[in-house]
């Protein structure tokens, strides 16, 4: 008996010794925040001269106790528990449950409603190659597109809204299918929702990265961070927590092919933010990539946790400004003033690079590559807060979602070419030499006075020639 109780607390000791938690250091100074950031740690969450939280094992906590005055803000048990909680009160969902209530919308709105399937995971991939462990993750990645005319690829901006690309962020589902809700149940009654969804072409991705999402829903692993990616080749998903990481996966917000593989990126296949072997690595930002260029995005947002912040381009390096910073800061300003703080205030608008330099996010490459106002928002306290607060949290968000909506059919240059016979569209070019030579856009705080030429292709018989139809001086106020 004596045995077999030393074999179970031996094994429960080994146990809490493998559970990771998240521990604050108060007052960071730059230096500590980069030191941590150099040695590969799991960042939790940081906020310049404030608080820097870890993720670390028992371990690295005795480890850190030594050099600093810790606190530990969240554990592993207690994120469980905010999951099984969950479940009975129907948050959070699970890919499963996800899939089924976008399918119901499009039967449910089928005049505004389409629901598409734009990539494949690793999961699916390894599962079609036979590899029978994945079977259970043959995920796809689904997106609901909201507009009039829905079947229809029409001229109009874009706007998309991401869930997870983090697994352990599962909060961001939820705000993604809040946002969807409301458009949907407002739409007809409110003036200003039926006009943006009218003009415009709504775009909702409730989860990047299905596979991870499922392994923190399913509590196998409620720190993971990455996707699934086989790094080791065994067919299998290796975590080890002790190590607190694990030898699978790749971060794929670092993981897109702007400034690639550079800071605030891994070159080690064990760290959380390891960047993969290469840009696009990976199913899930190859889908993203092209989901972008096929489409019309203007501006959109992807919901992480946490932080309480609303990020804006670029985050590559420090002080790099986009050029359309005056224009981007605003409404990232005015997008965190709306929405609440959990002790009051308001969510905290800045650089990316202010937080801390990263580099192959989605937000600098869909900003660097496509020109979209991609904003990040950090959104909460905690990874996975508990059921009593998603709703909050998911209803705060809101007015900031449809703000960017709005903004999407406003402060635009638009217009159509038309052959001045048949009155049909003619497939044309707008030139600005200042902008496409020159770069002269740097402020947009000020008039700006610039030469635009409209060149056309044009068919006369059996010839096809180019034209150009006139130059326009515009004054340009974003």
Same mark, same amino acid.
């Given at each position: 008996?004596?045995?077999?109780?030393?074999?179970?607390?031996?094994?429960?000791?080994?146990?809490?010794?493998?559970?990771?938690?998240?521990?604050?250091?108060?007052?960071?100074?730059?230096?500590?925040?980069?030191?941590?950031?150099?040695?590969?740690?799991?960042?939790?969450?940081?906020?310049?001269?404030?608080?820097?939280?870890?993720?670390?094992?028992?371990?690295?906590?005795?480890?850190?106790?030594?050099?600093?005055?810790?606190?530990?803000?969240?554990?592993?048990?207690?994120?469980?528990?905010?999951?099984?909680?969950?479940?009975?009160?129907?948050?959070?969902?699970?890919?499963?449950?996800?899939?089924?209530?976008?399918?119901?919308?499009?039967?449910?709105?089928?005049?505004?409603?389409?629901?598409?399937?734009?990539?494949?995971?690793?999961?699916?991939?390894?599962?079609?190659?036979?590899?029978?462990?994945?079977?259970?993750?043959?995920?796809?990645?689904?997106?609901?597109?909201?507009?009039?005319?829905?079947?229809?690829?029409?001229?109009?901006?874009?706007?998309?809204?991401?869930?997870?690309?983090?697994?352990?962020?599962?909060?961001?589902?939820?705000?993604?299918?809040?946002?969807?809700?409301?458009?949907?149940?407002?739409?007809?009654?409110?003036?200003?929702?039926?006009?943006?969804?009218?003009?415009?072409?709504?775009?909702?991705?409730?989860?990047?990265?299905?596979?991870?999402?499922?392994?923190?829903?399913?509590?196998?692993?409620?720190?993971?961070?990455?996707?699934?990616?086989?790094?080791?080749?065994?067919?299998?998903?290796?975590?080890?927590?002790?190590?607190?990481?694990?030898?699978?996966?790749?971060?794929?917000?670092?993981?897109?092919?702007?400034? $690639?593989? @550079?800071?605030?990126?891994?070159?080690? #296949?064990? &760290?959380?933010? =390891?960047?993969?072997?290469?840009? !696009? /690595?990976?199913?899930?930002?190859?889908?993203?990539?092209?989901?972008?260029?096929?489409?019309?995005?203007?501006?959109?947002?992807?919901?992480?946790?946490?932080?309480?912040?609303?990020?804006?381009?670029?985050?590559?390096?420090?002080?790099?400004?986009?050029?359309?910073?005056?224009?981007?800061?605003?409404?990232?300003?005015?997008?965190?003033?709306?929405?609440?703080?959990?002790?009051?205030?308001?969510?905290?608008?800045?650089?990316? $690079?202010? @937080?801390?330099?990263?580099?192959?996010? #989605?937000? &600098?490459?869909? =900003?660097?590559?496509?020109?979209? !106002? /991609?904003?990040?928002?950090?959104?909460?306290?905690?990874?996975?807060?508990?059921?009593?607060?998603?709703?909050?949290?998911?209803?705060?968000?809101?007015?900031?979602?449809?703000?960017?909506?709005?903004?999407?059919?406003?402060?635009?240059?638009?217009?159509?070419?038309?052959?001045?016979?048949?009155?049909?569209?003619?497939?044309?070019?707008?030139?600005?030499?200042?902008?496409?030579?020159?770069?002269?856009?740097?402020?947009?705080?000020?008039?700006?006075?610039?030469?635009?030429?409209? #060149?056309?292709?044009?068919?006369?018989?059996?010839?096809?020639?180019?034209?150009?139809?006139?130059?326009?001086?515009?004054?340009?106020?974003?």
């Amino acid at each position: 008996m004596k045995k077999i109780v030393l074999i179970i607390l031996i094994f429960t000791f080994s146990l809490l010794l493998a559970e990771k938690m998240v521990v604050r250091i108060d007052d960071p100074s730059s230096q500590t925040f980069r030191y941590f950031q150099e040695k590969n740690y799991d960042i939790a969450s940081y906020n310049p001269d404030k608080y820097l939280d870890l993720v670390v094992t028992q371990e690295q906590y005795n480890q850190l106790q030594k050099a600093y005055d810790i606190k530990v803000t969240q554990t592993e048990q207690e994120l469980k528990t905010n999951l099984r909680n969950s479940k009975e009160l129907d948050y959070y969902r699970n890919y499963e449950e996800v899939l089924a209530e976008l399918q119901s919308l499009e039967e449910t709105y089928p005049d505004i409603c389409k629901l598409y399937d734009i990539g494949e995971t690793q999961g699916k991939i390894y599962s079609e190659e036979g590899h029978t462990f994945y079977d259970n993750y043959n995920h796809e990645i689904w997106a609901l597109k909201v507009s009039d005319n829905v079947e229809q690829q029409e001229d109009e901006p874009g706007i998309y809204y991401l869930g997870p690309h983090h697994s352990r962020e599962p909060l961001s589902t939820e705000v993604v299918m809040t946002n969807l809700l409301h458009i949907l149940e407002n739409y007809g009654s409110d003036a200003t929702i039926t006009a943006n969804v009218d003009n415009s072409q709504i775009w909702f991705v409730p989860i990047v990265n299905p596979n991870g999402h499922k392994i923190v829903i399913d509590e196998n692993d409620v720190w993971w961070r990455k996707n699934m990616r086989d790094n080791n080749n065994d067919h299998n998903f290796d975590t080890d927590y002790y190590s607190g990481y694990g030898d699978d996966g790749v971060d794929v917000n670092r993981n897109y092919g702007w400034e $690639w593989g @550079l800071v605030g990126a891994s070159d080690n #296949i064990n &760290d959380p933010t =390891y960047h993969g072997p290469e840009p !696009f /690595s990976e199913p899930e930002t190859e889908t993203i990539k092209q989901f972008m260029a096929d489409n019309h995005f203007v501006a959109g947002i992807g919901y992480h946790t946490y932080g309480q912040l609303v990020l804006y381009p670029y985050g590559y390096t420090s002080g790099a400004y986009a050029p359309d910073h005056e224009a981007i800061s605003t409404l990232g300003i005015e997008m965190a003033n709306m929405i609440p703080g959990h002790d009051g205030g308001s969510y905290t608008p800045q650089n990316a $690079w202010e @937080l801390y330099s990263s580099t192959g996010g #989605i937000d &600098d490459y869909a =900003y660097g590559e496509h020109g979209i !106002f /991609s904003y990040t928002i950090e959104l909460a306290t905690e990874f996975i807060p508990p059921a009593s607060v998603v709703s909050q949290v998911t209803q705060n968000n809101i007015d900031a979602a449809m703000h960017l909506l709005d903004r999407v059919n406003h402060s635009t240059l638009t217009g159509h070419i038309t052959d001045e016979t048949t009155g049909l569209p003619v497939q044309a070019q707008v030139y600005i030499p200042e902008i496409d030579d020159y770069n002269a856009y740097k402020n947009h705080t000020v008039p700006m006075q610039i030469l635009v030429d409209i #060149i056309a292709c044009c068919h006369r018989g059996n010839t096809m020639f180019t034209i150009k139809l006139m130059d326009m001086k515009l004054k340009i106020y974003l």
